[in-house]
């Protein structure tokens, strides 16, 4: 389910400039690190969260073990999902507890009824996308 509109991603990209990626790898060669250390140097705020990571800092920010504890410390409009499709709920549960704006699943990633529940706490919500091919599409 390809549901956002390009308006809409046009939005997250143009406004929510602090990105909290979930499944941030510290492996340079794993597409989360790719995205990540592209959208940090097109000059958005990349906040690591991965509880798993076993290194304190991934791309010189402080990783976080979750996303409530990250937002003790950021505030996080967008959050950027590389957790398997069914480990998404409680990952949007938590990003509408910290009360970011949207949630992006990155390529290959879907749950509806997540993106529903984002969708009805008033989050903007996109699936099943690369972040870092559409901010390329939008030629920011």
Known sequence: ??????DTIAHILDNYKTIAV???SPK???DSYEVAEYMQKQGYRIVP???AAGVSEILGEKVYP????????EQ???VDVFRNSPDVPPVVDEAI????????MQLGIEHPQAADKARNAGLAVVQNKCLLIEHRRQGK
Do not use: E
Request: hydrophobic content about 55%; overall charge neutral.
């Open 66 to 73: 979750s996303l409530i504890d990250a937002a003790k410390h």
């Open 1 to 6: 389910m390809t549901d956002a509109t390009a």
């Open 22 to 24: 979930v499944g941030l």
């Open 97 to 104: 507890a910290i009360g970011a704006k949207a949630v992006w």
């Open 76 to 78: 996080i409009d967008l």
């Open 28 to 30: 340079s060669h794993r």
């Open 49 to 51: 969260v991965n509880p």
